[in-house]
């Protein structure tokens, strides 16, 4: 069983559109994550969730919007798409803030 | 505010090698620290953790680290490499107690070749 997946695996798209990425948690974890990791491979953090609550906006565009339906999903809703979004998303997950995070495969967004 | 350092973004070892990948830290609370590995389009994945217990934390796949507070780092070793070691290697730093937003700050990674 894979303990987070993300849906789907590649996403290409057009500069303006909306897209969404998914993210599910069957470990049953408290918090969710959404990081990204750019063409140089560095990761930042964008937002976390803990019990479906926003904990950290790490100053990403309002383009970006996280929702949390329940403890086990996090998904990433992304509007009018610019090329600098291009990049490789990661969902992750850990039982507490501050525990070892679990990590998804990746979303590679390639905006054209 | 935390940061982490990793010195070297390229090593190159030989096959049945010692590994040493470096990382150094900046916090103003105690730290956990953590080692991650990414291969090629894939997700990453837990090495070991350091959570303020011992110093010297011993990982999936024959790597370690150890923790030395007085020089702020946490350098990941493997004492024989093998080619399925070749990857991208990450140290994270996040904060705990009631500094804990959760939030993983990674290190700018460092790729490890292995050759034959």
């Known amino acids: 069983d894979t303990a987070v997946s993300q849906t789907p695996k590649y996403l290409v798209t057009q500069m303006g559109n909306d897209k969404s990425i998914k993210c599910e948690q069957n470990l049953g974890h408290d918090t969710m994550y959404w990081y990204k990791q750019d063409s140089k491979k560095f990761l930042k953090i964008m937002f976390s969730y803990n019990n479906k609550e926003l904990i950290i906006n790490e100053t990403v565009p309002n383009r970006f919007s996280p929702k949390s339906p329940d403890k086990a999903h996090l998904n990433l809703h992304i509007n009018s798409l610019e090329l600098g979004d291009s990049a490789v998303y990661f969902c992750?997950?850990?039982?507490?803030?501050?525990?070892?995070?679990?990590f998804g495969p990746g979303t590679r967004l390639t905006v054209t | 505010a935390q940061s982490v350092t990793q010195l070297g973004s390229h090593v190159s070892v030989s096959e049945g090698a010692l590994v040493l990948l470096r990382c150094n830290y900046s916090s103003s609370v105690p730290p956990y620290l953590f080692w991650y590995v990414q291969y090629p389009n894939q997700g990453l994945q837990l090495l070991l953790k350091y959570t303020s217990a011992a110093t010297l934390v011993k990982g999936i796949n024959g790597f370690e680290a150890e923790f030395k507070k007085s020089e702020t780092s946490f350098h990941l070793t493997k004492p024989s490499a093998h080619m399925s070691d070749a990857a991208e290697y990450f140290c994270a730093v996040s904060g705990h107690g009631s500094s804990n937003t959760g939030k993983l700050i990674f290190g700018q990674g460092t790729t490890l070749q292995v050759k034959p």
């Open positions: 992750a997950s850990s039982q507490l803030l501050g525990y070892e995070q679990y």
